[in-house]
């Protein structure tokens, strides 16, 4: 129904910044919650952040005061501006979203990662 492509991954310094891009396929569905997911090496995925198509967002409270989440919905696009990066934050970020059509909603959906590698 939907495809899901990140990108803004890549290796960079402890206290640096890197902002992630998710940008949703076209189609006749209205893309509905769209969030953030990182999974570290031997560690089950966990939610980052998460955004309403409206703007309420959640996050983790590992990243609070750090990550900021936000959307355009004409681009069908969510983002992940990520601050004051940790050796931690390190592992594979992955993009999701739930679709709505005649107030059916239909998800989650997943895009394939981007490594984000923070160093010491």
């Known amino acids: 129904q939907v495809q899901l492509v990140e990108s803004g991954g890549g290796l960079v310094q402890a206290g640096g910044s890197l902002r992630l891009s998710c940008a949703a396929s076209?189609?006749?569905?209205?893309?509905?919650?769209m969030g953030w997911y990182r999974q570290a090496p031997g560690e089950q995925r966990e939610l980052v952040a998460d955004?309403?198509?409206?703007?309420?967002?959640n996050y983790a409270n590992s990243v609070k005061g750090r990550f900021t989440v936000s959307r355009d919905n004409a681009k069908n696009t969510v983002y992940l501006q990520m601050n004051s990066l940790k050796p931690e934050d390190t592992a594979v970020y992955y993009c999701?979203?739930?679709?709505?059509?005649?107030?059916?909603?239909?998800?989650?959906?997943w895009g394939h990662g981007t490594q984000v590698t923070v160093s010491s």
């Open positions: 999701n979203a739930f679709t709505k059509r005649y107030s059916l909603v239909y998800g989650p959906y």
């Open positions: 076209r189609t006749i569905f209205i893309i509905d919650t």
């Open positions: 955004i309403t198509r409206d703007g309420s967002t």
